[in-house]
């Protein structure tokens, strides 16, 4: 277990522990992921995620490198997962996985994000990862900034993709080559 003490950005100190997700995490993470998705604006999904799908496609899927949780005094605030890619049409060269964060809405900017990617670089390295990809809305303005700012740099835009209900947003690739 990661702590990350009295993180003042934005807000009240908040003191941050992170650890891997486990299956009893499921429900917390899909009430916080459908906040997000709630909110709009900053992700892919336009779906709600139960517990289950939310097990399967984040915290346990055979793809898994990681998926890492931060808590707040017992809160879950965000998660981070990293996997092995695995959608058809989407090639990546061996030794790339993906990552995809979440930080509780109206918690974003305090350190969330930077304590689990300590948690998952670890685990990255681990697992033998070479380069991690983040694909993000080219819209979501608080996505990017947060990945330029612990390291990652643009390498590709894919033009138009869909969401699911047809919207038509750019998406803005960046990636973080581990050493």
């Not at 793809?63 to 959608?87: H, I, Y």
Request: hydrophobic content about 40%.
């Amino acid at each position: 277990m990661a702590k990350v003490g009295g993180l003042t950005n934005r807000g009240p100190s908040m003191t941050l522990t992170t650890r891997p997700a486990e299956a009893g995490d499921a429900s917390g993470l899909a009430a916080l992921l459908n906040a997000v998705i709630a909110a709009g604006g900053t992700t892919a999904h336009q779906r709600p995620f139960t517990p289950d799908r939310m097990l399967h496609h984040y915290i346990q899927p055979d793809e898994r490198v990681s998926c890492t949780v931060a808590e707040r005094d017992g809160e879950l605030v965000g998660f981070q997962s990293l996997a092995w890619p695995s959608e058809d049409g989407d090639r990546f060269a061996q030794g790339w996985a993906i990552i995809a964060t979440f930080a509780k809405v109206g918690l974003t900017g305090r350190g969330i994000g930077k304590a689990l990617f300590e948690a998952t670089k670890a685990a990255a390295d681990r697992a033998g990862v070479r380069t991690i990809d983040a694909t993000i809305r080219a819209d979501n303005v608080g996505g990017l900034r947060y990945y330029s700012r612990i390291g990652f740099t643009d390498y590709d835009r894919l033009i138009n993709v869909p969401l699911s209900d047809g919207t038509k947003v750019d998406r803005i690739r960046k990636r973080y080559d581990l050493p």
